[in-house]
C-alpha cells in the first residue's frame, strides 16, 4: 500500500491552499479553484484536475509508464461517480467552528493487519475539503484501491500537486501544465 502512501502525501500538499463555497450543503469550486481527483489502485493511478472553467485533463500511470489522457475520456471520467464501498462506522468526529474532520475505519477483525478500509473527510468553515476513501484487501480479497478528492485547490496548489507526483513522468508532467494553462511557478 506504499502508493496509498504516496497519495495521502500528495494530498497533504494540496489541502494547504484548497478554498471552496459551500453551499445548501453540497461543495461547489469557487470560480477561481480547481478540483483534483486521484482513483488508484495496485496496478493503474489516474490523475483527474478540473479547471475553473469545467474542463477535466487527466494522466494515467501504470507500472512505470505514464500518459496524458484523451480529453474526451478524462472529461467522461470525471463525470463518472467515484468508487462507492459500504459506510463505515464513525470512530472520530471533530467539529469545531471553521473546522470539521471526520475519520472512520474498520478492519477484517484478524490480528494479520492486511486488510481495513479508511474514510477521511477534512473541511475548513472557509470551504476546505478533502476526502480519502482507501480499501486495502487482504489476501483473496479485492485489491488495494483509494479515491482522494481535493476540492477549491489555487493555480500554485495544482502546480504543486503536479510537481510531487513521482508516478509520472517530467514529460506528463509539464504536459498536464500546458493542457491546464499552468505555467510552472519559476515561470510566472
Not at 496496478?43 to 480529453?71: C, F, H, K, N
Request: aromatic letters at 4%; glycine letters at 10%.
Amino acid at each position: 500500500m506504499r502508493w496509498l502512501v504516496g497519495i495521502l502525501a500528495a494530498v497533504s500538499v494540496a489541502a494547504c491552499d484548497v478554498s471552496t463555497e459551500t453551499s445548501s450543503g453540497s461543495q461547489t469550486a469557487s470560480a477561481d479553484t480547481y478540483t483534483i481527483e486521484i482513483r488508484a489502485d495496485e496496478m493503474v493511478q489516474t490523475y483527474l484536475i478540473t479547471t475553473p472553467d469545467g474542463r477535466t485533463v487527466g494522466a494515467r500511470a501504470s507500472e512505470g509508464a505514464s500518459a496524458l489522457m484523451d480529453a474526451t475520456r478524462a472529461q467522461s471520467l470525471a463525470a463518472e461517480a467515484p468508487p462507492q464501498n459500504e459506510e463505515l462506522p464513525e470512530r472520530v468526529a471533530i467539529r469545531l467552528p471553521g473546522f470539521e474532520m471526520t475519520v472512520a475505519g474498520e478492519d477484517d477483525g484478524t490480528d494479520s493487519g492486511d486488510s481495513g478500509q479508511v474514510r477521511i473527510s477534512v473541511g475548513g468553515g472557509d470551504g476546505q475539503h478533502v476526502t480519502v476513501n482507501a480499501d486495502e484487501g487482504g489476501p483473496g480479497e479485492a485489491d488495494d484501491r483509494a479515491y482522494v478528492r481535493i476540492t477549491g485547490a489555487d493555480a500554485d496548489a495544482v502546480r504543486d500537486f503536479v510537481a510531487e507526483q513521482e508516478e509520472l513522468s517530467a514529460e506528463v508532467k509539464q504536459q498536464l501544465l500546458t493542457e491546464l494553462a499552468l505555467a510552472p511557478a519559476s515561470e510566472n
